[in-house]
């Protein structure tokens, strides 16, 4: 997509399945990228922080730009970060699953319980509670980003456990199939993949083109300087997939309703009395989370949500 938007200006070499423990891996990978002429890294795990702020603020790299997707190091010169606000989808997913559930019992396959996953979480379960304060989320990790054996295990024990619609922060499809085979509902992460037509809602999905574009357009123009970036729904950085059919109609208008609220500035999904599940409370009435706040959300679960590691 890269090379089609800059008509072959652009080119693009990658590396997949780099270990995002090992250290030595990534600085590897990003050493071997840039020995093959690339002069901008990108770095797609928070794994690979580390590795590309030390090669950063080498001498011999000063002239390569990187960026690091989730992470929250950078410098001033060369180095930048990028992110962005998916508890809004989060929450939007979280209302059409509150609103299709019959058992009010909802299944979450997760990652890692880390800050990332453990915000997604929390905004879905918001979203639920707006449209059905009955309705419970149960989450099982998986610790890992994406493995399609541990994901299938995962949704089946949330769906033997009763939960009726299954979502997730992993990144193959199982959960969607294994939700399939047992009649069940699915929503997806990351793009719009709808590989389980009987079960498949929507997903909470990235539009990173949208700030590689114009980030890479700095770039090659020289005018380009490193920021923490975190794109939202009104930016057209993070967003929800087309509904399908299996959405009725009056939860679809819901939905952009309060889709169209958070592009107008006019709803953040954190705001108000928000409550964790051991009573402690999150956010007042009244207010409203900044990125800083949110991003404390490191470990604790909201009312709603139960978790099991």
């Not at 699915?186 to 949208?210: C, F, M, Q, R």
């Not at 380009?224 to 679809?252: A, C, F, R």
């Not at 928000?274 to 909201?302: H, Q, S």
Request: hydrophobic share 35%; aromatic share 10%.
């Amino acid at each position: 997509a890269t090379e089609k938007y800059f008509k072959g200006d652009v080119e693009t070499l990658y590396l997949e399945n780099v270990s995002d423990t090992d250290k030595q891996a990534s600085l590897d990978a990003a050493r071997n990228l840039i020995d093959q002429g690339c002069n901008v890294i990108v770095g797609c795990s928070y794994g690979y922080m580390d590795s590309l702020e030390e090669l950063a603020n080498k001498d011999e790299y000063k002239d390569v730009n990187f960026l690091h997707f989730s992470g929250n190091k950078m410098n001033d010169t060369n180095f930048g970060n990028f992110f962005g606000a998916m508890e809004e989808a989060r929450y939007l997913t979280g209302m059409i699953a509150g609103s299709m559930t019959k058992t009010n019992k909802i299944g979450y396959v997760a990652a890692h319980p880390y800050t990332e996953v453990i915000i997604g979480i929390n905004a879905f379960t918001l979203g639920v509670q707006e449209v059905n304060k009955d309705a419970v989320v149960k989450v099982v990790y998986i610790n890992s980003w994406g493995d399609p054996e541990l994901e299938k295990t995962a949704a089946e024990q949330l769906l033997a456990a009763g939960c009726d619609v299954l979502t997730q922060h992993s990144d193959s499809t199982a959960p969607q199939l294994a939700a399939q085979e047992k009649g069940a509902y699915a929503i997806g992460y990351n793009y719009d993949n709808p590989v389980a037509e009987k079960a498949y809602l929507t997903s909470a999905i990235w539009h990173h083109e949208t700030f590689l574009k114009e980030t890479f357009k700095a770039m090659i123009d020289g005018t380009w300087k490193p920021e923490s970036y975190y794109g939202n729904i009104k930016d057209g950085y993070i967003g929800i997939g087309k509904m399908t059919k299996l959405v009725p109609s009056d939860v679809q208008d819901k939905v952009n309703a309060k889709l169209k609220e958070m592009e107008n500035g006019e709803f953040a999904p954190f705001s108000g009395k928000i409550e964790f599940a051991d009573g402690g409370i999150l956010c007042e009435d009244g207010k409203t989370l900044t990125r800083a706040e949110i991003w404390e959300l490191n470990t604790k679960l909201i009312k709603g949500a139960e978790g099991t590691k």
